[in-house]
């Protein structure tokens, strides 16, 4: 028996690395009854059978799975947002930031088409590249035209799974190519594997880049909260979080009470007026989804 990764998985077999080495594997047949299926990503116990087969015996219990392509155990997304064309959103990102942070993912921001920028531009994504780094988050500034920033990505990926994520044309094909040229994924094109429609089914696979693997699919295509509880959004925002234990009331959601240390750092100036308002946004989004029901 040994220990692998669920890398691909393509007509009924499963590719499992273990050790540098890929093992084309079925799934045990119990897998069917016991409501089991094996996914990309999945850690699992397998048995060799020849050098390139096996079996797959046990799928580990999962951190976390995405839906949307199907992968289990991502440890870090992407964030791939664009300088310009299209600009950048801090909604957006919030947005992104708040899915990943409910399911313990790392985000990591990567803020691509660098060389876009005006002086007049700049100043603008400056000032918010400095906002979420002051939270804690980890930015990288990168163009695939100048070839800048692309190396300082690759320490990221070591010992994890990551899935790149990010809105339509802001480089996230171009970024994977500038950092593995072999892959040759298409870019600005409409049918490319990265770029394929929401409809179509997509197969998923793990590639390895640098000491780690990556995702060749984008995730968090929807980024609706539905599986966000009102209690849990302010978990969300790491730098609500740091100052929660100051709020006069235990669970302070920082909207109505009194005495409250995240309005506080608002009014201070500690906490940018953005991330507080599109807080409330999403707030009022996951109360409205409840009453619907
Ligand atoms: N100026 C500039 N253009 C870039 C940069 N990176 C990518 N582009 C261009 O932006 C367009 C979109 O790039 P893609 O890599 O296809 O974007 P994507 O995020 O994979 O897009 P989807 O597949 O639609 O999700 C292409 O025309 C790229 O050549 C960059 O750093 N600077
Ligand atoms: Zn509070």
Request: glycine share 6%; with cysteine; net charge negative.
């Amino acid at each position: 028996m040994a220990e692998g990764k669920i890398i691909k998985a393509l007509s009924g077999f499963y590719y499992v690395l273990s050790e540098g080495k890929l093992f084309q594997c079925r799934g045990r047949g119990v897998f069917r009854a016991q409501k089991i299926t094996p996914l990309v990503g999945d850690d699992v116990v397998f048995e060799a059978t020849s050098p390139m087969e096996g079996y797959i015996m046990k799928v580990h219990e999962r951190k976390n799975e995405l839906v949307r392509p199907p992968i289990a155990n991502v440890d870090q997304a992407v964030l791939v947002f664009s300088a310009v064309e299209p600009d950048f959103s801090a909604v957006l990102l919030d947005r992104f930031l708040v899915l990943i942070e409910s399911k313990n993912i790392r985000p990591l921001i990567v803020v691509n088409k660098m060389d876009l920028l005006t002086d007049k531009t700049k100043q603008v994504v400056e000032a918010y590249i400095h906002d979420y780094r002051r939270i804690g988050y980890d930015v990288i500034e990168t163009s695939t035209v100048e070839n800048s920033g692309v190396e300082q990505l690759i320490p990221y990926f070591s010992n994890k799974t990551s899935v790149f994520a990010g809105q339509s044309g802001v480089g996230k094909s171009s970024l994977l190519n500038a950092i593995r040229p072999d892959l040759q994924l298409k870019t600005n094109d409409i049918s490319h594997h990265l770029g394929r429609g929401k409809h179509t089914t997509r197969h998923v696979e793990l590639i390895e880049i640098g000491e780690g693997l990556v995702a060749d699919t984008p995730g968090f295509s929807a980024l609706e909260f539905n599986d966000i509880e009102e209690n849990q959004l302010p978990t969300c925002f790491p730098e609500f979080v740091e100052r929660s234990d100051e709020c006069k009331f235990r669970g302070c959601t920082h909207i109505a009470e009194p005495k409250c240390a995240v309005k506080k750092a608002l009014e201070a100036g500690e906490i940018p007026s953005y991330r507080y308002d599109h807080y409330v946004r999403f707030m009022e989004e996951i109360k409205e989804r409840k009453t619907r029901y």
